[in-house]
């Protein structure tokens, strides 16, 4: 019975020791080479970093350890590259990518690649270290830069050819390590997507002694034809407000063109306002112009205002227009219904709260690059204005 009981305790008390180890786990680890494409050649490498800190107010605290992933030359990640979206483009972890789709958005400049030539990184874990760094503050953080459970899509162009792949980054527990899964690989043909890579900036050519100038971009020039819809979250709610989408349409005498504007998604709605001839038209908020609740409600009572909505009718607004094989046309994008001045203002949930808010119609002619851009939002009942 005695000899039960010892076993017991040293069990119990190896397994808490052993718990104790795997609270923090030492750091920085050693370099890791990952290959996610599965052409036998390292794509991704997982490694660290030191940054010393000296800091008068903060006594005791040296500095911070980073973990994170590098990628290795020849290897670029798919970015939205658009005005209404720009960030990392993610998929679903289950789906394989479909590369007619990724061309297209390619081939339409909604999507870009980072530069190949050089590493692009993802900063995932931090660690404090110093004298003055308790036991109880001791350990791996995540800094937000990307979490668990976002899949991106990699290319890999080397001498063996070029491969994508949907990869995932994820920190197990106890932090201090990071796992990168591998969710889908195939072969492409090599120079697939290089026309998405990024436009390099261009300065304008101006007079050496003239230093008011700053450097220009180019525009994006977009190809004629209608590329696939773009959806919106225009309050970080992770829920698509509305839709940049496209269609073709044809005049009295046939002439086509490609027509591309917004719609609102199911749960959220346009401000409308009765404009010259008693048309309805998208009511513009202005700069300096403010929307009360008072205002709002004697608009609506007086149908003065009106709100416009997907769940009853497809809604469409145009914003840009290509014509199609007209002889003697412009080959350029050019605006639908002339300038657009001012803010849309727009109604939607978020979390379950009403909210109304303003955005911005971004518009280039002739490229022909547009979206939108959300510029403030209130609770339903509130004051709005552009800011």
């Excluded at 076993?7 to 008390?13: K, P, S, T, V």
């Excluded at 760094?133 to 990307?146: L, M």
């Excluded at 700053?214 to 994006?220: D, G, H, I, R, T």
């Excluded at 709100?307 to 009853?312: Q, R």
Aim: charged share 25%; hydrophobic share 35%; net charge negative.
């Amino acid at each position: 019975m005695i000899g039960r009981v010892l076993l017991l305790f040293f069990c119990f008390a190896a397994m808490r020791a052993a718990a104790q180890a795997d609270r923090i786990i030492p750091g920085p680890p050693p370099d890791e080479y990952v290959d996610v494409t599965g052409d036998g050649r390292a794509d991704l490498l997982i490694t660290s970093r030191t940054i010393h800190i000296s800091d008068p107010q903060q006594p005791g605290y040296l500095g911070m350890y980073k973990l994170g992933v590098r990628t290795l030359s020849g290897n670029a990640v798919l970015m939205w590259n658009t005005p209404s979206n720009l960030r990392w483009y993610t998929q679903a972890d289950s789906t394989q990518p479909d590369t007619a789709e990724l061309a297209a958005r390619i081939h339409f400049k909604q999507l870009s690649w980072t530069d190949e030539d050089h590493p692009t990184e993802f900063w995932l874990l931090e660690r404090p270290f110093g004298p003055a760094i308790t036991k109880d503050q001791d350990g791996w953080y995540g800094t937000g830069d990307h979490h668990d459970g976002h899949t991106m899509v990699l290319r890999s162009a080397n001498d063996l050819g070029t491969s994508i792949a949907a990869l995932a980054f994820e920190l197990p527990f106890p932090y201090g390590r990071i796992q990168i899964k591998a969710k889908h690989a195939m072969r492409v043909p090599n120079g697939y997507g290089e026309q998405g890579d990024p436009v390099p900036v261009r300065s304008k050519v101006v007079d050496e002694y003239d230093f008011g100038h700053e450097p220009s971009e180019p525009q994006v020039m977009i190809s004629p034809g209608l590329p696939p819809d773009e959806r919106v979250n225009l309050n970080s709610d992770e829920v698509d407000d509305l839709v940049i989408t496209g269609h073709d349409e044809f005049d009295q005498e046939s002439n086509a063109s490609y027509v591309r504007g917004i719609s609102p998604l199911p749960g959220t709605w346009f401000l409308m306002t009765i404009e010259r001839w008693g048309v309805p038209g998208l009511f513009r908020l202005r700069e300096g112009e403010v929307l009360t609740p008072e205002r709002l409600a004697a608009g609506l009572r007086s149908n003065l205002f009106s709100w416009a909505d997907a769940d009853t009718a497809r809604v469409f607004f145009p914003v840009l227009r290509h014509p199609v094989g007209l002889p003697g046309s412009s080959p350029d994008w050019r605006r639908a219904d002339g300038p657009f001045d001012g803010a849309l203002v727009y109604r939607t949930r978020e979390y379950d709260r009403p909210i109304i808010g303003t955005l911005e119609i971004i518009a280039e002619t002739p490229g022909g690059q547009f979206g939108v851009r959300p510029q403030t939002w209130v609770e339903e009942g509130q004051v709005l204005e552009v800011r």
